[in-house]
């Protein structure tokens, strides 16, 4: 009954899409081909002039004065101007015109697909959402069919008792209405109550600020903690964008540690306290220390040993310790383990009092990889009262986050559990996505050590992995001519060839004279020989061609 009317339904979603106007792709080339940077433009979504004209073109205007312009680069914030994010930058850009015009113009390109490999967006390239989840969220935003009789047909009877637990802690089970800033209580109650399942330490539900994924709360963060370019954040090199470009937008100096590659992209003591000492001297304040674990973009999961001597130094010298934690769940070797720096923290006998630990959590990663969906949260400790209602007053500002997302990151913190009518076939899914992970990272790992010119450390976790490519002397000087990163060069060819979209190391930032590209592991298993092929015959020819 249950497959029978899911099949029902998938026909009448078929038979309306058929039904809806088409796009005007020509329409939206056009457009596209207005924003294409040129050549000397930056690598990275940074300041591309979408919405400059001469001032002949605007109606009424005095073809003589720009005056009549209210908005203008020179006008506009420059902290807008100094901001980058390189994932979404020039080269994804090129990518999505390619893809309109292969609708088209098939027979023009030497592949019939782009696969964007640039992003951590897992469904956009197969990955099934998880059963569980997507049930307790469909039963509590249609919350009628809870009346229905053939619901019990239809879904788990977990899924059904979860949605009216949920429902329950809503005032008027509207899920459409703003929550309470923070968050709807009863769900930060069953995040509290996962946090302490994980670590083994408590959580206080009055300490987690949910979300839009955990981009809101980094940002919040630097709000909280930057007041100008004298203020700096620790942050890893490489480092995800979200870090660089936040830093820019409040103002503030990104004062740069760099993990060591020879190591396994390795964090040193010695190395942050050389930064540390650098930016002192340079009259900056530094605020915070950001670790990424598992790294992004380079894969690495820190051991326990590392954390504590983290946690140490962070408490040492006063520093707020920002745990980028959203991969928690994506650990793929057997002699790493995610421990959280709460959970480290706290077994070294700190407490509130000893170190101010703000830890970030989303639903866009892990097995469930439900970017579009927003959700996430942070947990605040070791703040005062005074600036936690700072905090408070920040996240009052936005309202609320979104009651799916909110709905979804408890899901996540509260999976079903043994007895479950849902646990079997959600153990399944979970471990079934976490597997494949595993053989796309190692596939993918090997294939790259095979390129002439290519190293790559293993992907311990993440989604990603962030190889070096030992460019011919000749490829740098064609990219120096075309006014671009050699790694950008390099990625902008890759696409052209293979229809592959990467991001080139550059947009992460690296060690001065090093190059590399970040390729996530999340096309389905069985695109990956493909993409293996693309990449292997394209880089013979590239190097081929550009040898010295």
């Given at each position: 009954?249950?497959?029978?009317?899911?099949?029902?339904?998938?026909?009448?979603?078929?038979?309306?899409?058929?039904?809806?106007?088409?796009?005007?792709?020509?329409?939206?080339?056009?457009?596209?081909?207005?924003?294409?940077?040129?050549?000397?433009?930056?690598?990275?979504?940074?300041?591309?002039?979408?919405?400059?004209?001469?001032?002949?073109?605007?109606?009424?205007?005095d073809?003589?004065?720009?005056?009549?312009?209210?908005?203008?680069?020179?006008?506009?914030?420059?902290?807008?101007?100094?901001?980058?994010y390189?994932?979404?930058?020039?080269?994804?850009?090129?990518?999505?015109?390619?893809?309109?015009?292969?609708?088209?113009?098939?027979?023009?390109?030497?592949?019939?697909?782009?696969?964007?490999?640039?992003?951590?967006?897992?469904?956009?390239?197969?990955?099934?959402?998880?059963?569980?989840?997507?049930e307790?969220?469909?039963?509590?935003?249609?919350?009628?069919?809870?009346?229905?009789?053939?619901?019990?047909?239809?879904?788990?009877?977990?899924?059904?008792?979860?949605?009216?637990?949920?429902?329950?802690?809503?005032?008027?089970?509207?899920?459409g209405?703003?929550?309470?800033?923070?968050?709807?209580?009863?769900?930060?109650?069953?995040?509290?109550?996962?946090?302490?399942?994980?670590?083994?330490?408590?959580?206080d539900?009055?300490?987690?600020?949910?979300?839009?994924?955990?981009?809101?709360?980094?940002?919040?963060?630097?709000?909280?903690?930057?007041?100008s370019?004298?203020?700096?954040?620790?942050?890893?090199?490489p480092?995800?964008p979200?870090?660089?470009?936040?830093?820019a937008?409040?103002?503030?100096?990104?004062?740069?540690?760099?993990?060591?590659?020879?190591?396994?992209?390795?964090?040193?003591?010695?190395?942050?306290?050389?930064?540390?000492?650098?930016?002192?001297?340079?009259?900056?304040?530094?605020?915070?220390?950001?670790?990424?674990?598992?790294?992004?973009?380079?894969?690495?999961?820190?051991?326990?040993?590392?954390?504590?001597?983290?946690?140490?130094?962070?408490?040492?010298?006063?520093?707020?310790?920002?745990?980028?934690?959203?991969?928690?769940?994506?650990?793929?070797?057997?002699?790493?383990?995610?421990?959280?720096?709460?959970?480290?923290?706290?077994?070294?006998?700190?407490?509130?009092?000893?170190?101010?630990?703000?830890?970030?959590?989303?639903?866009?990663?892990?097995?469930?990889?439900?970017?579009?969906?927003?959700?996430?949260?942070?947990?605040?400790?070791?703040?005062?009262?005074?600036?936690?209602?700072?905090?408070?007053?920040?996240?009052?500002?936005?309202?609320?986050s979104?009651?799916?997302?909110?709905?979804?990151?408890?899901?996540?913190?509260?999976?079903p559990?043994?007895?479950?009518?849902?646990?079997?076939?959600?153990?399944?899914?979970?471990?079934?996505?976490?597997?494949?992970?595993?053989?796309?990272?190692?596939?993918?790992?090997?294939?790259?050590?095979?390129l002439?010119?290519?190293?790559?450390?293993?992907?311990?976790?993440?989604?990603?992995?962030?190889?070096?490519?030992?460019?011919?002397?000749?490829?740098?000087?064609?990219?120096?001519?075309?006014?671009?990163?050699?790694d950008?060069?390099?990625?902008?060819?890759?696409?052209?060839?293979?229809?592959?979209?990467?991001?080139?190391?550059?947009?992460?930032?690296?060690?001065?004279?090093?190059?590399?590209?970040?390729?996530?592991?999340?096309?389905?298993?069985?695109?990956?020989?493909?993409?293996v092929?693309?990449?292997?015959?394209?880089?013979?020819?590239?190097?081929?061609?550009?040898?010295?």
């Amino acid at each position: 009954m249950r497959r029978f009317v899911i099949g029902q339904a998938k026909n009448l979603i078929d038979q309306t899409r058929r039904r809806r106007p088409q796009p005007h792709h020509h329409n939206n080339l056009r457009l596209l081909s207005l924003l294409r940077p040129s050549a000397s433009d930056s690598t990275t979504v940074s300041s591309p002039r979408l919405f400059s004209s001469s001032s002949s073109d605007m109606p009424g205007s005095d073809s003589s004065s720009s005056s009549s312009i209210p908005v203008t680069l020179d006008s506009i914030n420059p902290k807008v101007l100094k901001c980058e994010y390189a994932v979404r930058g020039e080269i994804v850009s090129i990518a999505q015109r390619l893809q309109d015009d292969l609708k088209t113009n098939k027979d023009a390109y030497p592949f019939d697909e782009i696969i964007y490999c640039n992003i951590g967006n897992p469904q956009s390239l197969g990955q099934q959402p998880i059963t569980f989840f997507r049930e307790v969220l469909a039963l509590c935003s249609h919350t009628a069919l809870l009346d229905e009789s053939a619901t019990h047909g239809l879904f788990s009877s977990d899924s059904i008792d979860r949605a009216w637990k949920i429902l329950d802690q809503i005032p008027g089970k509207a899920t459409g209405a703003y929550s309470h800033s923070q968050g709807i209580k009863g769900l930060r109650d069953a995040i509290a109550a996962g946090i302490e399942a994980r670590d083994g330490f408590p959580a206080d539900p009055n300490d987690i600020f949910m979300t839009d994924g955990a981009s809101p709360g980094v940002h919040m963060m630097m709000q909280l903690l930057i007041s100008s370019e004298k203020d700096g954040i620790l942050c890893p090199i490489p480092q995800y964008p979200l870090y660089s470009a936040s830093i820019a937008l409040h103002g503030g100096s990104l004062v740069p540690y760099y993990l060591d590659e020879a190591s396994g992209w390795g964090l040193e003591i010695s190395e942050l306290k050389k930064q540390l000492e650098d930016a002192k001297s340079k009259g900056i304040t530094v605020r915070a220390l950001a670790v990424i674990n598992p790294g992004n973009p380079t894969g690495q999961v820190l051991s326990e040993e590392n954390q504590r001597d983290i946690v140490d130094f962070c408490k040492k010298e006063g520093l707020v310790l920002l745990a980028d934690e959203v991969y928690q769940e994506n650990v793929y070797v057997p002699d790493k383990k995610f421990h959280s720096f709460k959970k480290v923290a706290r077994s070294m006998g700190y407490g509130e009092k000893d170190i101010s630990l703000v830890s970030f959590q989303s639903i866009s990663k892990g097995y469930y990889g439900e970017c579009g969906k927003r959700g996430g949260y942070m947990e605040v400790t070791g703040f005062t009262s005074d600036v936690r209602e700072q905090i408070y007053k920040v996240a009052s500002v936005n309202l609320c986050s979104n009651i799916s997302g909110q709905i979804l990151a408890s899901l996540v913190m509260s999976p079903p559990k043994p007895g479950d009518d849902s646990y079997d076939s959600y153990i399944a899914e979970k471990e079934g996505i976490l597997s494949s992970l595993a053989t796309r990272a190692k596939t993918l790992e090997e294939a790259l050590n095979k390129l002439d010119g290519v190293t790559c450390n293993r992907a311990e976790g993440a989604m990603y992995l962030f190889p070096c490519i030992n460019l011919p002397q000749k490829a740098i000087a064609a990219a120096e001519a075309a006014k671009t990163a050699p790694d950008a060069f390099y990625c902008k060819r890759l696409l052209n060839a293979t229809g592959i979209v990467v991001v080139p190391g550059s947009g992460f930032r690296q060690v001065p004279g090093t190059w590399h590209f970040r390729c996530t592991i999340l096309p389905q298993e069985d695109k990956i020989p493909a993409i293996v092929n693309r990449l292997t015959e394209f880089h013979k020819s590239f190097m081929d061609e550009f040898r010295d």
